[in-house]
């Protein structure tokens, strides 16, 4: 099924303009890396070949938002000046995080995997947004990892990135030996789906050494400014040698009232 995206022409033109993903400057080298042949790109743009004018096969959504680090939200805005301005802001230190992080699928060996309702909810094939959620709803985190490796949870909402801590119920946010736990353990009352409507994505980071503790405690802090900064600072850190090997993984799910 075809999704409207309205304005698609103008947007592909700032997109290739905009530098958000430097390989792409044209159709055909959107065409080579979201895994089509160019003609394909007109066609989704001026509705030949059985497409619907502007409008891309819901199939390519998804991966076409990764490919330049964007919410669903921002392809599908009808402001032009309004998508303007979101592509031409700054990257932050998500925004590079996220395109260093692997997508999770089933065939990731480590990863975060939602709980929803006490069960583990896999979404439809066809499904561009990842697991759904409505408000109010229970879950837990199954987090699963390298044993004895570190954790940090982010949370990027319609509106802010967040960080969730494992800490609370396991010490120094540390895998355990079997490499598997859940958040919240299972001796606590589960979390309830409390975030904005939209799309959403888990950010899980895994390294082999501690992060340094003045990270920790920014990613915790109740300001956003703050947190975001903490972000920036992790990002760079891992390339740092001090922390060891380190593994990123995203994932998306959705949130419905």
Same mark, same amino acid.
């Given at each position: 099924?075809?999704? +409207? /995206? #309205? ?29 089509? /042949? ?23 959504? @998804? ?11 921002? /392809? *599908? ?12 802001? #700054?990257?932050?230190? !998500? ?23 006490? =069960? ?7 499904? @561009? ?19 004895? !490796? ?13 960080? !969730?801590? #494992? ?8 895998? #355990?030996?079997?490499?598997?736990? +859940? +958040? ?16 959403? !994505? =888990? ?10 503790? *003045? ?17 920036? &600072?992790?990002?760079? &850190? +891992? ?7 380190? *593994? ?10």
């Amino acid at each position: 099924m075809p999704i +409207l /995206v #309205p304005h698609f022409k103008e947007k592909l033109g700032l997109l290739y303009k905009s530098g958000r993903h430097p390989k792409i400057t044209n159709a055909a080298s959107l065409a080579a890396e979201i895994g089509v /042949v160019a003609p394909q790109i007109a066609n989704w743009v001026n509705g030949n070949a059985g497409m619907q004018e502007s409008s891309i096969p819901e199939s390519k959504l @998804l991966p076409f938002c990764q490919l330049f680090a964007l919410n669903i939200e921002d /392809v *599908l805005i009808d402001n032009l000046s309004q998508f303007e301005t979101i592509i031409t802001r #700054p990257y932050s230190g !998500w925004k590079r995080l996220f395109e260093r992080a692997v997508p999770y699928d089933e065939k990731n060996r480590f990863g975060v995997a939602l709980k929803h309702r006490a =069960l583990v909810f896999r979404p439809d094939e066809g499904d @561009l947004k990842g697991e759904q959620f409505h408000l109010n709803d229970p879950f837990r985190l199954e987090i699963v990892g390298p044993p004895g !490796w570190h954790v940090v949870l982010l949370v990027r909402d319609p509106t802010a990135v967040a960080c !969730w801590s #494992p800490s609370q119920y396991f010490p120094n946010n540390t895998l #355990p030996e079997e490499g598997v736990f +859940l +958040l919240p353990a299972q001796d606590y009352p589960p979390l309830t789906v409390s975030e904005p409507d939209g799309q959403h !994505w =888990l950010l899980s980071v895994f390294t082999e050494k501690r992060l340094p503790e *003045l990270i920790y405690q920014q990613l915790y802090d109740d300001l956003p400014l703050n947190r975001e900064l903490a972000i920036n &600072t992790l990002e760079q &850190t +891992l390339n740092n040698k001090d922390v060891g090997q380190w *593994l990123a993984l995203r994932k998306p799910f959705y949130v419905s009232s």
